[in-house]
């Protein structure tokens, strides 16, 4: 299973952005996803995630509704659109994935590369 991002780069402070994890590979279900962050010296944080099965979603507390969560099931592929950046948004912004690879399989988490958002001021 891998997981490619996609849509990182500088943007100034009020622009916007849309991010994409591409998964591929051969899984059994996808039981998770989510858009993590990273900024230098910083804990990783949790941006968004979403449950495929019911539909749930949550933000981190600091997204305030700036940031949407999505998934093109067609296209195996999440997005993560970010509206109103602040340079406190700049991180590398990873995504994953917890899946199972077959029906007897363990929950396993993967992750991608990760992709640069930079926010100037």
């Known amino acids: 299973v891998r997981l490619v991002e996609s849509g990182g780069g500088l943007v100034q402070a009020g622009g916007s952005l849309r991010l994409s994890c591409t998964i591929s590979g051969s899984m059994f279900s996808i039981h998770a996803l989510g858009w993590y962050r990273q900024a230098p010296g910083q804990q990783r944080e949790l941006v968004a995630g979403?449950?495929?099965?019911?539909?749930?979603?949550k933000y981190g507390d600091f997204v305030k509704g700036r940031f949407t969560i999505s998934r093109d099931d067609a296209r195996n592929t999440t997005y993560l659109q970010m509206n109103n950046l602040l340079p406190a948004d700049t991180a590398v912004y990873l995504c994953?994935?917890?899946?199972?690879?077959?029906?007897?399989?363990?929950?396993?988490?993967?992750w991608g590369q990760g992709t640069q958002v930079t926010v100037s001021s």
């Open positions: 979403l449950t495929p099965v019911n539909g749930i979603i």
């Open positions: 994953n994935a917890a899946v199972r690879l077959s029906d007897s399989d363990s929950l396993r988490v993967r």
